[in-house]
């Protein structure tokens, strides 16, 4: 067993075994765009030899990767690595252990969500492309249709949120902070899935069809100030909206849950 002392602390640090630093050097390949989704890696008796380890070794490296959801491996003769791209449910998870640590819940998570999107809409106002408007306006469009194919009724709820978490999406994507981007991209995939539950459950299939010509109102205001390059409008006008829009969301028995329950 190989122990050293942890710098000024005192503290015994297990050196990392073979597996791991196997792992971390095809990982560091994959985030540096060495490796993409979709490339097969080399076969097993490549990697052996290149890493001068065994199979056993290797395979443990391997599953590593595979509950990071970087790779997927198939066994057999057609068998092999392939790489996976990233998917932000695998950090909801981890994040939404962290989170629940510290005792946050589902609306905890909502209220980061409207600290930090109101933000990249007013970055997104500055930066906006052609493309971004003709992007949002597509969405929106299609959430018009989602609602006007319903007539009185309430439009499908699975369709209905996805068109809304695209039109979410793009705003924080857009807006040019890549940092911003992707911590939103985990708070969002944490409330999703919170309403892929009041979907599968009790979801209100009720209501006044109004309610959804509102938020597709706000939708269009959005775009409206984002062309404008109207940034003061366009955060507080954001925030506005997520605040009334929360008020639904989170007015179930869900929204005081725990997050990590959300992934149980």
Not at 103 to 119: C, K, L, Q
Not at 215 to 235: K, M, N, P, Q
Request: hydrophobic share 40%.
């Amino acid at each position: 067993m190989s122990w050293t002392l942890g710098s000024g602390i005192g503290q015994a640090v297990r050196a990392p075994k073979t597996a791991e630093l196997i792992a971390a050097r095809l990982r560091r390949q994959i985030v540096r765009g060495q490796l993409t989704p979709g490339d097969t890696l080399p076969p097993e008796i490549r990697l052996m030899e290149q890493f001068s380890v065994s199979r056993p070794t290797l395979r443990e490296a391997f599953r590593i990767l595979e509950a990071e959801m970087l790779i997927s491996v198939r066994r057999g003769s057609r068998g092999g690595a392939q790489v996976m791209a990233p998917d932000f449910s695998v950090a909801a998870r981890h994040v939404g252990l962290l989170l629940q640590m510290q005792g946050a819940t589902v609306d905890d998570v909502y209220e980061a969500r409207m600290v930090i999107e109101p933000v990249c809409a007013r970055m997104l106002a500055g930066c906006r492309t052609a493309r971004d408007l003709a992007d949002l306006g597509e969405v929106v469009s299609e959430l018009g249709t989602a609602v006007e194919s319903t007539g009185d009724q309430m439009p499908d709820p699975v369709l209905w949120s996805r068109l809304t978490y695209s039109f979410h999406e793009l705003i924080t994507q857009r807006s040019g902070n890549r940092t911003l981007a992707v911590q939103s991209a985990v708070l969002r995939e944490i409330v999703a899935t919170h309403l892929e539950l009041r979907v599968a459950g009790s979801f209100d299939t009720t209501g006044s069809p109004e309610r959804f010509q509102r938020a597709i109102r706000a939708y269009r205001r959005l775009v409206a100030l984002l062309e404008a390059r109207d940034a003061d409008g366009a955060e507080g006008h954001w925030r506005n909206h997520m605040k009334v829009a929360g008020t639904y969301l989170l007015k179930d028995d869900l929204h005081n849950k725990p997050v990590v329950d959300l992934f149980a």
